[in-house]
């Protein structure tokens, strides 16, 4: 858009024989020329997003990483009349330099150019490929709409988009509505808006979103961002960042007000080898503390004496286990190699106890308390939603049994008896 009005200009005077070079410049207003961009977004948008996740596509041997392709369909309807344009200026709208613009974080993601349906007129989307004048550096691609967007258009866009981990939306415009289906059972919602709808299944999930706000915040400062045409003033949409943290939605605010606001979808792996190695990791000192207690029971109970060395041994034979299991979990599958690395460390630590507690029964006994304290904190593992519960009920019990063996023990006639 072109706008004409009088604007001050410095004028310096040339020097001739009549006008001294020393003179002082003065001021005029003189006719100018003043070019900015307007901005129409949709009155009425629906995203529909089709996702395919695999694991599998960005696999680097034992290492994997979440990547999915969004197959995208969006709907909109934009209207010239809300162009609003000063009465007391003049102004020129030059609608055959009309483009669609549909940024994108990272255009790395798209294999095929997306494909624009303006009517019955299909265009396909291009990459820019010289400078342009907007203050916004966030990669994008544009579509030349020209003339006709004078009048109201309804316009389709169909798109493949790849990325990883989680699928950021920044809306614009008025009364958008978005859904989306995928096949991962395991989606985290976050951003400035939760789905008003969902469905989580074994295998898959469906989502649904409704939030005017979101896009008419977005859409007042990117026109701030254009009316003042300083890149200070498009730094949000400059550094492609969004405020996307969980703890945003019950936290708004300045930052949050000034930022852009999305709807955000994370495809996540709850229990992939390395968090299950990590919550293994969280219950190693419990089962170290666990063993040395049945070792101090034997002595306290059986009159036996057990050196620190043997417990040092038995503690190390204990801690292996977690060096096993995340080294065959990194080749094979977790239960196998969680089962492979249990039985490895009860048989090594049930062999080298019974020459300790002298008794094959003992050792036996001791080696059975072990495999059913792996095998419970099997179950722990793969439970998501009862982790802590499970997890307390288990100290809880060992704390009973503990009290139920020592019931009768004088412990100050044990002091006696060390002196």
């Known amino acids: 858009m072109s706008e004409q009005g009088l604007c001050l200009r410095e004028l310096t005077p040339q020097a001739t024989d009549s006008v001294r070079s020393d003179q002082p410049a003065v001021t005029a207003k003189l006719p100018c020329l003043h070019k900015r961009h307007l901005v129409i977004t ?35 309807q934009f209207k010239p009349t809300d162009a609003h344009l000063n009465p007391t200026a003049q102004q020129t709208l030059h609608w055959e330099q009309a483009q669609m613009l549909l940024p994108i974080s990272d255009l790395r993601g798209i294999y095929h150019l997306p494909v624009l349906n303006v009517g019955t007129t299909q265009l396909t989307f291009e990459m820019p490929t010289d400078g342009t004048t907007l203050p916004i550096t966030q990669p994008y691609v544009f579509a030349k709409i020209g003339e006709a967007a004078k009048s109201l258009i309804d ?98 605010g300045n930052e949050s007000t000034n930022s852009l606001q999305s709807f955000r979808i994370g495809f996540i792996d709850p229990i992939n080898i390395y968090s299950l190695t990590d919550r293994t990791l969280k219950y190693a000192a419990l089962f170290i503390v666990m063993m040395f207690g049945v070792f101090f029971l034997f002595e306290v109970l059986k009159d036996l004496r057990v050196h620190p060395i043997q417990y040092a041994l038995v503690g190390a034979a204990q801690a292996v286990f977690y ?97």
């Not at 169909?158 to 989306?180: F, H, R, T, V, Y």
């Open 42 to 76: 949709p009155t009425h948008s629906t995203w529909t997003h089709d996702i395919k996740v695999d694991d599998q596509k960005y696999a680097r041997g034992v290492y994997k990483a979440i990547a999915y392709t969004d197959a995208l369909s969006l709907s909109a």
């Open 155 to 252: 316009i389709n866009i169909q798109m493949e988009l790849d990325g990883l981990q989680a699928l950021n939306i920044n809306p614009l415009g008025q009364n958008i509505k978005m859904s989306m289906q995928a096949n991962w059972p395991h989606p985290q919602f976050s951003g400035e808006a939760l789905p008003y709808r969902k469905s989580i299944l074994a295998d898959r999930f469906s989502a649904d979103w409704k939030n005017n706000y979101l896009a008419m915040h977005n859409s007042q400062l990117l026109n701030a961002c254009l009316q003042r045409d300083q890149a200070s003033a498009c730094q949000q949409f400059n550094s492609g960042s969004a405020s996307h943290g969980a703890e945003v939605a019950y936290n708004m």
């Open 323 to 419: 060096l096993l299991l995340l080294s065959f979990s990194e080749q094979f599958a977790f239960g196998w190699a969680y089962l492979g690395s249990s039985l490895a460390c009860v048989g090594l630590i049930g062999w080298y106890v019974s020459y300790v507690l002298h008794g094959i029964r003992r050792a036996l006994g001791l080696a059975a308390m072990l495999a059913s304290m792996y095998g419970a904190l099997y179950v722990i593992l793969q439970s998501q939603q009862h982790t802590l519960i499970l997890g307390s009920v288990l100290v809880f019990v060992v704390i009973g049994i503990v009290m139920y063996l020592t019931r009768h023990i004088d412990w100050y006639q044990l002091g006696n008896k060390a002196q």
